[in-house]
Structure formats: structure tokens, C-alpha cells
């Protein structure tokens, strides 16, 4: 790649909530891999998620907004919040690689995510419109991989029928999930030291998650 590009992370997902881990690995990997800033990309209408689980956009971009307000190098997008149908990654790169020529894109995910990226609509554009940053940390892993070596060889696996350029991030991700944080909402628990508090704040003013 020209050495001379511009380095962006982008990190999405439906952050149904944003929370801690998310803001962690996106920190992480923006000093890790000397990034010149790294997106924040709520999903739209993701074809493996329905309805009924994912929350207004607008309360799901405000939430963002809200996450990563202090941190000058995160930085908010809604592109694909604003695009109608099935939101595909590979499309999402494809459009951005053609509006920035001048920026190589850095995909942060789980580990574990290795595993299903075949599955996903047009992998090998995926494979070739961006460097894959793979965070994790061997004990967080699903339990069917349990270690590092099997993530090394699934990177290898890629690697080597994509031609693509995947880099391992041990990460100490949280040990909690979006879906994990809305249950505790629903049930009345707490989730001080999961969510920033504005985060928090927000879903409380607006009667999010509950049940």
C-alpha cells in the first residue's frame, strides 16, 4: 500500500448500546496500528439481525455521539444508518474506498468473527478493500476456540486463499456483550462501569431496553 495514505479504523456493528469494550479495542487498535482516526459506524439493517432487537437509529447514532464526544480521534459516520435494504460491509467498503482513494481502512472485530467472515456477503471484496484487525484475548474466546493457535491458523487459512492482510490484537475485550447490557437494563440491574455514563444518562431520559 502507498505509504503515504491515511490510516482509518472503523468499527461497526449495531452498538446496541456503545459500551466500554467497544471504545477499548477502537482505542487500542488506533495506537497499535498508528491510525489517523478511527470511525464509528452504526449498522443500518444488517441481514443477519431482525427487527425487533435493534433500536431507532437515531437513538443508537445520539448514543454514539455521545460515547466518543471526548476522544478527538473518534470520529461519528452514518453512512450506512442512512442507506435503505440490506447493509452489506463489502458495500460500505466499497463506496468508501472510492470516495477516499487517499485512505486505507483498518476493519476492527472479534477474534472470533474469523470464523463466520466467509459467510458474509462478498468476503473476498471485504478481503480486498481493507486490512482486518482481529482483537481478542485467548480466554474470551467462544468456547469451540479456545485458543490462540487456532485463531493464528484460521488467520493463515485466510490469508492464504484471499491474498488478504489480517493482524491479531490481543485485547483485554470486556467480558460483556450489547445484548447482555440490554438484559440487565430490562431486568433493573445495573450497568454503571459498562456504558460511559452519558451513555447511560441517554437510555434512561428515553426508556430504552425496558421491558
Not at 6 to 22: D, E, F, M, S, W
Not at 34 to 54: A, C, Q, R, W
Not at 164 to 170: A, L, N
Amino acid at each position: 500500500m502507498n505509504s503515504g495514505k491515511r490510516k482509518a479504523g472503523i468499527l461497526g456493528g449495531t452498538l446496541n448500546p456503545i459500551h466500554y469494550g467497544h471504545l477499548l479495542i477502537a482505542e487500542q487498535a488506533y495506537y497499535r496500528f498508528e491510525l489517523d482516526y478511527v470511525l464509528f459506524m452504526p449498522s443500518g439493517n444488517p441481514p443477519h439481525k431482525t427487527e425487533d432487537v435493534i433500536s431507532a437509529g437515531i437513538h443508537r447514532e445520539n448514543m454514539t455521539k455521545l460515547a466518543i464526544a471526548d476522544n478527538p480521534h473518534f470520529q461519528y459516520s452514518d453512512m450506512e444508518l442512512n442507506r435503505e435494504g440490506f447493509i452489506y460491509t463489502s458495500d460500505t467498503l466499497r463506496i468508501l474506498c472510492r470516495e477516499h482513494p487517499d485512505t486505507e481502512y483498518y476493519f476492527i472485530l472479534g477474534a472470533d468473527s474469523l470464523f463466520s467472515l466467509e459467510q458474509w456477503h462478498e468476503p473476498e471484496e471485504v478481503f480486498k478493500r481493507c486490512v482486518i484487525i482481529a482483537a481478542g484475548r485467548p480466554d474470551s474466546f467462544q468456547p469451540e476456540f479456545q485458543s490462540e493457535q487456532d485463531i493464528f491458523a484460521r488467520i493463515q487459512y485466510l490469508k492464504q486463499k484471499y491474498h488478504c492482510r489480517i493482524h491479531y490484537m490481543d485485547s483485554p475485550l470486556f467480558e460483556v456483550s450489547s445484548s447482555a447490557i440490554r438484559t440487565r437494563i430490562s431486568n433493573g440491574e445495573s450497568v454503571r462501569y459498562l456504558i460511559p455514563p452519558d451513555v447511560e444518562r441517554y437510555i434512561n431520559e428515553h426508556e430504552l431496553y425496558n421491558i
